[in-house]
């Protein structure tokens, strides 16, 4: 969906990772509200162990997120093989439903949840990034358009290793869905 690199925002002297939304996209009107409503609303969240949104702007029609860089590399380069000790799981584990719970109690559905979108920090806290292809779902469940289903068209989406069964299918998706990857 993009491009992440990492830069100095200059006027606050802090390190901050930019997303940039590819150029094909970019032009598409749909698209393009969709990569700013789902901005808004992660952004919204303020969750410790979901990776903080500065700001959504655009340079040479091309828009682009500014937000927390978490310098530790992602969750799929650091589980050894063999797996995570039992301990080590749970630490991260629980941080991290508790970012879940946080991000379907507004009604956004990841659906991308893996060990790659889920970055290790130095400071040892792991954080859930990259939701591009999340749903926004109408609130409460109540069955209106969503942010990813405006068109009435459904496709499966999101990484096939880790996508629920209603994925696969094209289906509806909820909360369930992300706890099942």
Known sequence: MGVV???VDTTLDRVVAIKFLAEN???DEKRLARFKREAMAVAALNHPNIVQIFSVEEADGIPFLTMEYVGGGNLAAGIPRGG???QQFFELA???ADALHA???RSIVHRDLKPGNIMLGEDGRARIVDFGIAELRAP???GGPTASTESGERH???TLPYM???QLQGKPVDPRSDVFS
């Open 103 to 105: 991000s379907h109690e």
């Open 156 to 158: 499966a989406a999101g």
């Open 94 to 96: 629980i941080p991290l």
């Open 84 to 86: 995570l000790p039992l």
């Open 140 to 142: 409460s469940g109540g």
């Open 164 to 166: 629920s069964p209603e």
């Open 5 to 7: 690199w990492k830069a």
């Open 25 to 27: 996209l970019a032009r």
